[in-house]
Structures are given as structure tokens and as C-alpha cells.
């Protein structure tokens, strides 16, 4: 194998004035993690939606969870750009969210309230990782977390409009 292959991924020392970038990293990896496992979710109940709102959730969750896995690339870059290293496992994935599998086949509706409750307890987490980043001089995060709080609020609201009664 070639020397450029035995290449170990490591934190990095990077000066761009962010104050304890290891606290905005494992910040930044609890959101990462909640937004793969919702993104995962998602696209199960994308895939298993039966019913007379088949298509309307079928479609609106094809588009959460096509922005969500884009958001877990952007997400595990900033988590680079500040010098630490990405979650790397699937364990510490799960581990780290807040978002869980059901343990029991749902309804529809269960299906969007589930992904609507999941989608508020993210927006939760970005809302504490807005903070974290004003306190440590990290605007790029913040304004990452921002912009990632904003569509976890409007899927939210968009899922229990749809099973509004």
C-alpha cells in the first residue's frame, strides 16, 4: 500500500478564532447525529405510508429527507472546518441522538407526529448550538444552526398540518 494510503484522520489545530471548538464539534455532532437518524426515519415512513395521504406524505417526506442527508454532509464538514474529527460509527450515532426508532408499525398519522415530535426535539438542539456558537465567536456555525433550526421548524409544522383535524 502506498505511504499517501496510511494517511489517520486527526483533529487539527485551526485558528480561525473560534473559541473551544471542541465543544461546538460534539455540539455540532449530537445535531449531526439526530439528523441521520431523522433522516433514516424519514425515508422509512417515505417508504411503508399507506392510506388516503399517501402521496402528500409520500412526497413531503421525500424532500425532508433529501435536504437532511444533504444537511448531515454540511454538518460533518463543520465539524472538520473547526479542527475535530466527525462521528465515525453508526454506535456513536445512535448513541448520540435524540431521535429513536419506533419499536411498533404506525399509522400515518402516528407516522407524521412521530417525525413532527422528532423534528421539534432537533430544532431544540440546534436552538442550544445557535448559543454555543455567539458564546464561542463562531458565527459560521451559528448561522449554519440557524438555517438547519428553520427547516426542522417548518417539517414540523408542515407534518402536523397534515394531520391537523
Known sequence: M?????VVP???????????PE???????????????????????HWNVEGPLFYSIHNLTEGQ????FAAADELAER??????????SLGEIIERSVVKD?????????MCQALADDHERTAHRLHALIKL??????????DLATA??????????????????
Open 2 to 6: 502506498t505511504q499517501s494510503l496510511n
Open 133 to 142: 456558537s455567539g458564546d464561542h465567536n463562531d458565527p459560521v456555525t451559528e
Open 23 to 45: 465543544a461546538i464539534a460534539d455540539a455540532l455532532a449530537d445535531v449531526l447525529a439526530d439528523t441521520y437518524m431523522l433522516t433514516y426515519k424519514t425515508h422509512a415512513y
Open 10 to 20: 486527526e483533529p487539527q489545530d485551526i485558528a480561525s478564532g473560534v473559541k473551544k
Open 148 to 165: 438547519r433550526s428553520a427547516f426542522h421548524e417548518q417539517a414540523a409544522w408542515m407534518l402536523k398540518a397534515l394531520i391537523a383535524e
Open 65 to 68: 429527507y433529501e435536504d437532511m
Open 79 to 88: 465539524i472538520r472546518a473547526v479542527g475535530q474529527m466527525a462521528p465515525m
Open 102 to 110: 419506533s419499536k411498533e408499525k404506525l399509522s400515518a398519522g402516528d
